[in-house]
């Protein structure tokens, strides 16, 4: 493993922009062979654009975290809390909405490194545990969330355009 100078801070309202690239591509990246690309189109519209983000921004039980590497954006992180959560799954829950990384720094350890400062986030936090869902196709991701101790309770539906898709849903209590 290459030591790599990485760093974490909190997102600002400054940040929306950037936000809504790195999460437009991200998502685009790893999704896009598991729909249209109408549907894909309209989802990113929908999901990432500028307003939309600004309003998630804007929500005090959602909480934006970017990750460079030597001083480049790497990814980011979404976390919410309270009525935030796309999923009511307790009283003092926190979910990880997303946990992108750009396509250039995958393997690199740095999904790991985003995992553990949302982990520690939420011990800080104090909650119950922690949530989240995961495409019931992206062998990857459930992989990784199984390693970093989550298992399986649950599936919601998560639409992207007009494709209805199923998301397993992982938590991890302490």
């Not at 290459?2 to 940040?15: A, K, Q, S, V």
């Not at 309003?55 to 976390?79: D, M, P």
């Not at 990784?144 to 599936?155: N, P, Q």
Request: glycine fraction near 6%; proline fraction near 2%.
């Amino acid at each position: 493993m290459i030591n790599l100078h990485t760093e974490i801070r909190p997102c600002t309202d400054t940040d929306v922009d950037v936000i809504s690239v790195v999460a437009a591509y991200c998502f685009e990246d790893t999704f896009r062979t598991s729909c249209t690309r109408e549907d894909m189109i309209a989802f990113l519209r929908q999901a990432y654009s500028h307003d939309i983000l600004a309003q998630e921004f804007a929500n005090t039980n959602s909480h934006f975290f970017i990750l460079y590497v030597e001083h480049s954006i790497a990814g980011y992180l979404k976390v919410n809390f309270k009525d935030a959560q796309s999923e009511h799954m307790g009283p003092n829950m926190m979910e990880i909405e997303r946990l992108y990384i750009l396509p250039q720094y995958k393997g690199m350890g740095l999904g790991s490194t985003l995992m553990q400062f949302a982990l520690d986030y939420a011990h800080q936090h104090e909650v119950a545990g922690v949530w989240l869902g995961v495409w019931e196709h992206n062998e990857p991701a459930k992989a990784f969330y199984t390693k970093h101790g989550f298992h399986f309770v649950g599936s919601h539906t998560f639409t992207v355009g007009s494709d209805d898709q199923t998301d397993l849903l992982m938590r991890q209590d302490w």
